[in-house]
Nanobody, 131 residues
Framework: QLQLVESGGGLVQPGGSLRLSCAGS????????VGWFRQAPGKEREGVSC????????YYADSVKGRFTISRGNAKNTVYLQMNSLKAEDTAVYFC????????????????????????WGQGTLVTVSS
């Protein structure tokens, strides 16, 4: 059974940092494109960052560029999202998703509106940015 489990969410003050983890089980995450999405209450799910299999291509949404960093911890079958300089508007449930069919050239599209067709989703982890 293919599973993704997110962790690392929590409450943080504005300007603070968190590192989210997305751990895969039942498959080798290195062979999959992986994305981080978020959904705030009453809002559409949006792509935050996506990374190609083996990490050769990376996309960031404009809203997080320069503040968030996606990376692979291949030895641990995990993908991370380092979030710095957090803002109140970053508050959301964060989901990771893995897809074996997304080529490196389509990473930006993966983070776009085509997310509904992606293969494996985690259950989400809540990030709250508040003083």
């Amino acid at each position: 059974q293919l599973q993704l489990v997110e962790s690392g969410g929590g409450l943080v003050q504005p300007g603070g940092s968190l590192r989210l983890s997305c751990a895969g089980s039942g498959f080798t995450l290195d062979y999959y494109a992986v994305g981080w999405f978020r959904q705030a209450p009453g809002k559409e799910r949006e792509g935050v960052s996506c990374i190609s299999s083996r990490g050769g291509n990376i996309y960031y949404a404009d809203s997080v560029k320069g503040r968030f960093t996606i990376s692979r911890g291949n030895a641990k079958n995990t993908v991370y999202l380092q979030m710095n300089s957090l803002k109140a508007e970053d508050t959301a449930v964060y989901f990771c998703v893995a897809d074996s069919l997304t080529p490196s050239s389509k990473i930006q599209a993966m983070c776009g509106t085509g997310y509904r067709n992606l293969e494996v989703w985690g259950q989400g982890t809540l990030v709250t940015v508040s003083s």
